[in-house]
């Protein structure tokens, strides 16, 4: 794409949510704050520290699944570290076009984006891939359970999913009787995003309620959903903030 195609299709397709670099002075600007940018960039580099941990040079074999991509950000390095074939899914057509726009003017052809919902995923792709991308969606969507058995079922060896987490609650129910009681650790908060859902906004999932589990929850949610083990990530020293709080984790999730 010449560089005049590239400024025409960033002016079209804005708002952005990322910052894309093309070159010749040619960038995308965020629509959300300076201060808030830098999640990007600690998600990517905790998720590409445990990435290369796993698969080593075997990067350039695998395939790879990009779920809830919005505009393509984390699909993009997965191409450009060297990943065999990146897909990408999302709900939202209009973020697709924007991934799409992205990867032509970038010369990257290894990638394919496709419209789809996490609640349906496995009977969407009907095939299985070696790492799976889960980044930021979690805390969205209103079955969380649901959605993680999806993801479980089309990850063949690794997926690394980055979520918000509330803080944990522990303590003992009734258990259908006064004199029976189970102990309980962990929570799913319920999170109302009607104003956003309401106002279009693309960064809601697909109802306008959404759920945001703690780390024990998490944990025990994703061995429920059929990985074999999962462990939360140590932030690096210069984590975005919430992360180096433990107000958002990335999670490796193994089969």
């Known amino acids: 794409m010449t560089s005049e195609e590239i400024s025409r299709g960033i002016a079209e397709l804005g708002p952005w949510f990322y ?12 629509a959300i704050p300076e201060t808030v940018v830098d999640i990007f960039d600690t998600r990517l580099r905790m998720a590409t520290s445990a990435i290369d941990a796993h698969f080593g040079n075997r990067l350039p074999a695998i395939d790879c699944l990009d779920i809830g991509c919005h505009e393509g950000f984390y699909s993009l390095a997965m191409a450009k570290r060297g990943v065999g074939r990146v897909f990408g899914v999302d709900a939202r057509e209009e973020n697709l076009n924007r991934a799409r726009f992205v990867a032509k003017a970038m010369g990257l052809d290894a990638i394919d984006y496709k419209q789809g919902r996490v609640e349906t995923l496995a009977a969407d792709q009907g095939r299985t891939y070696e790492l799976t991308l ?10 969380p359970m649901r959605c993680l058995r999806q993801v479980a079922a089309v990850t063949r060896e690794l997926c690394i999913l980055e979520t918000q987490v509330v803080d944990e609650v ?11 009681t189970r102990p309980y650790q962990g929570i799913l908060a319920v999170i109302d995003e009607t104003g956003e859902f309401d106002a279009g906004n693309r960064e809601t999932g697909v109802s306008p309620m959404a759920t945001c589990p703690s780390p024990k929850a998490l944990l025990f949610m994703l061995k429920q959903a059929g990985f074999s083990r999962a462990e939360i990530l140590v932030p690096p020293a210069d984590a975005y903030e919430q992360h180096a709080r433990g107000k958002r984790v990335v999670c490796a999730a193994y089969k």
């Open 19 to 30: 910052r894309f670099e093309f070159g010749n002075g040619l960038q995308t600007t965020p």
């Open 170 to 180: 522990e303590g003992f129910s009734e258990w259908g009787s006064r004199e029976w």
């Open 134 to 143: 889960f980044l930021g969606v979690l805390y969205h969507v209103e079955d």
